[in-house]
């Protein structure tokens, strides 16, 4: 399993930012994706998932302003990121779900200045 994400990188406050995840090595189109985000000194915390019938569910802080999307043609899983706060710098990790089993791929940083 391999799950690869981009898209991360320096932002001003109350831009935006897209993420984009690419997974292999999964029948995709049956897996919950997700987007996860760990800030220096925090816990890992939920973003945003979708479900192989697309259903979203969002983080109360990210809901309204981050859209996530999926694309079972291309295997990918995009998180549109807008107006942007300094609370939303964190490194970003893509992860699949199936049945109670997780892969996690290499986060991608996301630093928003104020």
């Known amino acids: 399993v391999q799950l690869q994400a981009s898209g991360g990188g320096l932002v001003q406050l109350g831009g935006f930012r897209r993420l984009a995840c690419a997974a292999s090595g999964i029948i995709f189109r049956i897996n919950t994706m997700g987007w996860y985000r760990q800030a220096p000194g925090k816990q890992r915390e939920l973003v945003a998932t979708i479900t192989s019938s697309s259903a979203t569910n969002y983080a109360d802080s990210v809901r309204g302003r981050f859209i996530i999307s999926r694309d079972n043609i291309r295997r990918t899983v995009d998180l549109q990121m807008n107006s942007l706060k300094p609370e939303d710098t964190a490194v970003y990790y893509c992860?699949?779900?199936?049945?109670?089993?997780?892969?996690w791929g290499k986060g991608t940083q996301v630093t928003v200045s104020s």
């Open positions: 992860n699949r779900e199936l049945r109670g089993t997780n892969h």
